[in-house]
């Protein structure tokens, strides 16, 4: 999207007031873990688009991956089914699926059509200037993005994110109708060992510090989930 971009066209204008915003960058400097949620966050006919789209229109595939000592970033991604299989159960990282593209059926979707528009829509320098102010962070000026989806098994374990320059981590929850008894819920510790649990709530937005010395992991999306998906856009601002 061009310079022109009016944050009130994606994001419900009580989150752009300054006492919230204020209030915000309060709460997530003040957290332990540097944490912070944010409810109701998008427009609702644009949290309803993309929720459609990553539900019924997107393509997923899944994806693995192993703890490694052997190389840089202690894991290794992209391993094969059967690769992960044999790998003893502490050594699995993670399964889960990545957005691969778009059902042939729905090219022109109206739906489409806005999550195409959501991934530039954040790497706008508008949308950093939004994330800097309610983080009191210094940001770099081109995010990491991707759409991730969890069903029943799936589950991201224990790690941190700080490496390869990430600096604030951004995650945007699409499932309706998401109950705790599902699973699929992100857990910070902090450097106190203390645990801040989020649940992937509709339409709520988290964002945290990757450099509070935190370690997180997402708990198995459980079987009682049936064919849900925990549906979410995530990624990070680097570090300038």
Same mark, same amino acid.
């Given at each position: 999207?061009?310079?022109?971009? !009016?944050?009130?066209?994606?994001?419900?204008?009580?989150?752009?007031?300054?006492?919230?915003?204020?209030?915000?960058?309060?709460?997530?400097?003040?957290?332990?873990?540097?944490?912070?949620? &944010?409810?109701? $966050?998008? &427009?609702?006919?644009? /949290?309803?688009? &993309?929720? !459609? $789209? &990553?539900?019924?229109? /997107?393509?997923?595939?899944?994806?693995?991956?192993?703890?490694?000592?052997?190389?840089?970033?202690?894991?290794?991604? %992209?391993?094969?089914?059967?690769?992960?299989?044999? /790998?003893?159960?502490?050594?699995? @990282? #993670?399964?889960?699926?990545? #957005?691969? %593209?778009?059902?042939?059926?729905?090219?022109?979707?109206?739906?489409?059509?806005? =999550?195409? !528009? =959501?991934?530039?829509?954040?790497?706008?320098?508008?949308?950093?200037?939004? @994330?800097?102010?309610?983080?009191?962070?210094?940001?770099?000026?081109?995010?990491?993005?991707?759409? #991730?989806?969890?069903?029943?098994?799936?589950?991201?374990?224990?790690?941190?994110?700080?490496?390869?320059?990430?600096?604030?981590? $951004?995650? @945007?929850? @699409?499932?309706?109708?998401?109950? !705790?008894?599902?699973?699929?819920?992100?857990?910070?510790?902090?450097?106190?060992?203390?645990?801040?649990?989020?649940?992937?709530? #509709?339409?709520?937005?988290?964002?945290?510090?990757?450099?509070?010395?935190?370690?997180?992991?997402?708990?198995?999306?459980?079987?009682? /989930?049936?064919?849900?998906?925990?549906?979410?856009?995530?990624?990070?601002?680097?570090?300038?």
């Amino acid at each position: 999207m061009s310079d022109q971009l !009016r944050l009130k066209d994606w994001i419900h204008s009580r989150h752009l007031q300054p006492d919230t915003i204020e209030a915000c960058r309060q709460a997530f400097i003040s957290h332990p873990a540097r944490v912070l949620v &944010l409810r109701n $966050f998008l &427009l609702d006919s644009v /949290a309803e688009k &993309l929720s !459609r $789209f &990553l539900s019924h229109e /997107a393509r997923f595939e899944l994806a693995y991956g192993l703890y490694s000592k052997n190389v840089k970033d202690g894991n290794i991604s %992209g391993v094969s089914l059967t690769a992960w299989l044999e /790998a003893e159960e502490e050594e699995r @990282f #993670y399964r889960f699926s990545d #957005y691969a %593209g778009v059902l042939d059926e729905f090219q022109l979707s109206s739906n489409q059509t806005v =999550f195409q !528009r =959501f991934f530039p829509t954040l790497r706008n320098n508008k949308f950093k200037l939004f @994330f800097e102010e309610i983080s009191g962070l210094e940001l770099g000026s081109t995010p990491l993005i991707n759409s #991730y989806s969890y069903k029943s098994g799936d589950f991201l374990s224990h790690h941190t994110d700080d490496v390869k320059s990430k600096r604030l981590s $951004f995650v @945007f929850y @699409f499932s309706p109708h998401w109950e !705790r008894r599902f699973g699929g819920l992100l857990h910070l510790i902090d450097h106190n060992g203390d645990v801040t649990e989020v649940d992937p709530d #509709y339409n709520s937005l988290v964002i945290f510090d990757v450099a509070a010395k935190t370690k997180h992991f997402i708990n198995p999306v459980e079987q009682c /989930a049936g064919e849900r998906a925990r549906l979410t856009i995530s990624g990070w601002f680097l570090a300038p």
